[in-house]
């Protein structure tokens, strides 16, 4: 038995992690000497509906498609999309039937995260805004979580794994652990040993609230470790007061004493809401289970050309498809053999041609990709950000 509740990359890559019903699926058309050649599309709604998500587990999706004999065109990883295909395949169905419930999910939860971190980043896109909410999904899918917050547009990541696989480095500073364990009053001791031990490019973040009033602990903080870079403040929604006039009084106090170069980082129960209503008096943010624990899109795959001809189930749009993005942000749906708008341009690209992946992967293109593209489509605009 394995030591996790993990499945292995083997059975993945192998068709194993599939819905029961694909494997008497592939019996049946076996037994009957069939393996059509068709067109499948991935899609969330068949039309547009003026409701922005960020896709993403491109890269996995491709890795996953990898070595069959089919081809694949789908969107760039990091643009925004409201309806239509995001993806399409077309190749004989026995070389991708057993990938369909691992493909959806490699596409479905990542778009989720990204869409989630897009709208925290989209709330204050002059502050400092990290990831921290691996803690709470299922640390085999850490990496994932991570990278799909950054496509989103988040600046940092801290889960030291995740960063491993997808070749970026994790940051973090101090949990209250570390203050506790030198016990109630001896704050300093805490934040001095930090200061002392952690390499000199880790940014000196004190966290200021584990047993005394914020306001207090801060200004000893400011004392005890000389070029002190900011302080934390993690009072959740489930402590007493008022979040922002507790830092609102940090910001003046600090001020008056001569530490304006001395920043605010808040965390606990961050969402864009409260983004945007403590953006202007703190200059960072740590977002949790907004962006970790976001529902996945509603994906769905289904064959919509059969032999050449089209084909698909009631309630689905037929045919093979194409999908356009015009000057104005919008988004266009049509069939693939008939012009699109005049001045739209195809997103549908190249992704696997007959097994071999054709594409590159960059989070930090994607990641200006759906910045681009909010911008364009207006994502996430709140009246408070004019």
Not at 163 to 179: C, Q, S, W
Not at 185 to 200: H, I
Not at 348 to 366: H, N, S, T, Y
Request: glycine share 10%; with cysteine; hydrophobic share 40%.
């Amino acid at each position: 038995m394995a030591a996790f509740d993990i499945v292995p990359e083997s059975a993945i890559a192998e068709g194993r992690a599939t819905d029961a019903y694909f494997d008497r699926t592939v019996e049946a058309l076996e037994h009957a000497g069939k393996n059509p050649h068709v067109v499948a599309e991935v899609t969330m709604d068949q039309f547009p509906t003026g409701e922005w998500n960020v896709f993403a587990g491109v890269r996995d999706a491709a890795s996953l498609l990898a070595g069959h004999a089919v081809d694949v065109d789908a969107l760039a990883e990091g643009r925004l999309f409201d309806g239509g295909p995001v993806m399409r395949i077309e190749g004989p169905y026995l070389e991708f039937c057993r990938l369909e419930t691992a493909l959806l999910g490699f596409l479905s939860h990542p778009t989720g995260v990204a869409t989630n971190a897009l709208e925290t980043r989209r709330a204050a896109p002059e502050s400092l805004v990290l990831s921290f909410g691996t803690r709470h999904v299922h640390p085999s899918i850490a990496a994932m979580v991570e990278r799909a917050a950054l496509v989103g547009g988040l600046d940092g990541i801290s889960n030291v794994a995740a960063g491993e696989v997808i070749g970026r480095e994790a940051g973090g500073t101090m949990p209250h652990a570390l203050v506790i364990c030198f016990g109630r009053g001896n704050q300093e001791q805490a934040w001095r040993a930090f200061d002392e031990a952690v390499a000199e490019d880790v940014p000196r973040v004190a966290l200021c609230d584990t047993y005394d009033d914020e306001v207090e602990e801060t200004l000893r903080a400011v004392e005890a470790v000389e070029d002190l870079d900011s302080v934390r403040i993690d009072t959740t929604g489930s402590r007493r007061g008022d979040f922002r006039h507790i830092l609102r009084e940090l910001r003046w106090k600090l001020d008056a004493r001569g530490h304006e170069d001395v920043g605010i980082f808040a965390s606990g129960g961050i969402d864009p809401e409260s983004i945007r209503d403590l953006r202007d008096v703190a200059e960072g943010f740590g977002v949790g289970s907004y962006v970790s624990n976001a529902d996945p899109v509603d994906f769905a795959l289904d064959i919509v050309e059969v032999d050449g001809e089209p084909a698909a189930k009631r309630g689905k749009l037929d045919g093979k498809k194409e999908v356009y993005r015009t000057p104005d942000g919008a988004h266009h749906v049509g069939l693939a053999d008939r012009d699109g708008p005049a001045d739209g341009d195809a997103l549908l690209r190249p992704l696997v041609r007959d097994g071999d992946v054709v594409r590159e992967f960059d989070v930090d293109a994607a990641a200006e990709r759906a910045a681009i593209d909010a911008e364009n489509v207006r994502f996430g605009e709140d009246p408070r950000d004019y």
